[in-house]
């Protein structure tokens, strides 16, 4: 049987490429900090000695539109090209090819249903910054197989925050009984509170920073229940407009498990956001 | 309200780089030929199996042809989407984050809740 090697959870800050990859003027004052907490984050993935990845994001609005729109969905493809014109236009990001590892996510995809996950397909998916960036942050060497999964955080009617929960927990029982003997990661990236274009956005730290503080509380405690009691699709607007994205947080933390607490805990307060970065290890920190 | 149609504008409007300077630069020309040539075109079919009933509003084809985005977020068009392609349109002519930092406070006026998004 596979094994969870690590449970990583972090935002996905489109801009963290440019700044770490500029120089000289161009380079934010900010940038050397967030380097340093991104590189020690790296470093609890690398130390997992992962061979696959399954990585949770969300399309924004790329390749899945309105016309027919899942709310949870597998990619199942030898390979997916990555990164959109839109996002290099605007975040400057590299266009990539990732592997993809096709068995894991047929069998996500048999035994999801299964399990009572009505889950979408996609033989043809071209991820976004949402698993881009984690890449970029945690593997940049883009070496492993991924399979990734989409949910759908933005265009409403949204599945509620408990279904987010309760596919986190299956989506790591589905990983523990996929009957080949590797080491799987399990890496998903969410919001704490965010607006897009809306009245409070780009501030000189995340819209709602009380907020933020939570519920980092709630990931880095396990908090599952403590979570769910507070947060409802409609409570989550007003941290700000986009911050619906903390239900991949959640998925994260039924990955991890109620009450697991987080082995590796950091946050950086960003102009706009607050970057955040866990890391569970199910089998004990590696030595 | 064609809520689904203003988001079909910016939508595919955002992912189409001549798109983008055409709605810069005649912001009028392009909503109208896209509302006649683009509006019923069905994503991934063949131009022949094109809807036949989309249309905009009033209020909403003038929100396109002013470029207002205080008016789009009043009508309930996805703000990610308004977003990013106003970005892509108008931060050029601006400093570092000036743009969207300005966008934001034109909106100051308006507070939670904000309008529907749901399509």
Not at chain 1, 150 to 166: G, M
Not at chain 1, 212 to 220: E, F, G, L, M, T
Not at chain 1, 229 to 252: C, K, Q, R, Y
Not at chain 2, 22 to 34: I, L, S
Request: proline content about 7%.
């Amino acid at each position: 049987m596979a094994t969870v090697a690590a449970v990583v959870a972090s935002t996905h800050h489109p801009f963290y490429y440019r700044a770490s990859t500029s120089t000289g003027d161009e380079r934010p004052p900010f940038a050397d900090a967030w380097v340093a907490k991104v590189e020690a984050f790296r470093e609890t993935l690398t130390r997992a000695e992962p061979d696959v990845l399954v990585m949770v994001g969300s399309d924004h609005f790329h390749q899945l539109w309105l016309d027919n729109m899942p709310q949870f969905l597998v990619g199942k493809a030898p390979f997916f090209d990555a990164n959109w014109y839109n996002e290099e236009r605007e975040f400057g990001l590299p266009r990539m090819v990732l592997k993809g590892e096709e068995a894991l996510a047929a069998h996500i995809l048999r035994e999801g249903l299964d399990a009572g996950f009505d889950l979408a397909f996609s033989n043809e998916l071209r991820i976004d910054h949402s698993i881009t960036c984690p890449i970029i942050t945690l593997r940049p060497q883009a070496d492993l197989p991924i399979v990734p999964v989409y949910t759908n955080i933005f265009a409403p009617p949204l599945p509620q925050p408990r279904r987010f929960v309760e596919l986190g927990r299956t989506l790591r029982r589905l990983v523990e009984s996929w009957p080949v003997d590797k080491r799987v990661a399990i890496i998903g990236t969410g919001h704490l509170s965010l607006e897009l274009g809306g009245p409070r956005q780009f501030g000189e730290h995340g819209p709602d920073p009380e907020f933020d503080r939570r519920a980092v509380d709630w990931i880095a405690s396990g908090d599952v229940e403590g979570c769910l009691a507070e947060v409802t699709l409609d409570s989550l607007h007003a941290p700000g407009n986009a911050t619906h994205g903390f239900m991949d947080f959640m998925l994260m933390m039924g990955v991890a498990g109620d009450g697991a607490k987080a082995d590796h805990v950091d946050t950086l307060d960003l102009f706009h956001t607050m970057e955040a970065y866990f890391t569970w290890y199910p089998e004990g920190v590696p030595a | 309200m064609s809520r689904y149609l203003l988001d079909k504008f910016l939508y595919t409007v955002d992912r189409d780089p001549d798109l983008v300077e055409r709605y810069r630069e005649d912001p009028a020309g392009t909503v109208a030929w896209w509302e006649r040539e683009r509006a019923g075109q069905l994503l991934n079919c063949l131009v022949s199996e094109r809807t036949t009933w989309l249309a905009f509003t009033d209020e909403e084809r003038d929100a396109l042809v002013r470029q207002d985005h205080v008016a789009l977020f009043q009508l309930g068009a996805h703000p990610f989407l308004t977003l990013t392609l106003f970005i892509a349109m108008f931060e050029r002519d601006h400093g570092p984050l000036e743009y969207q930092k300005a966008y934001g406070r034109a909106m100051q006026h308006l507070s939670l809740p904000y309008p529907d998004i749901a399509t």
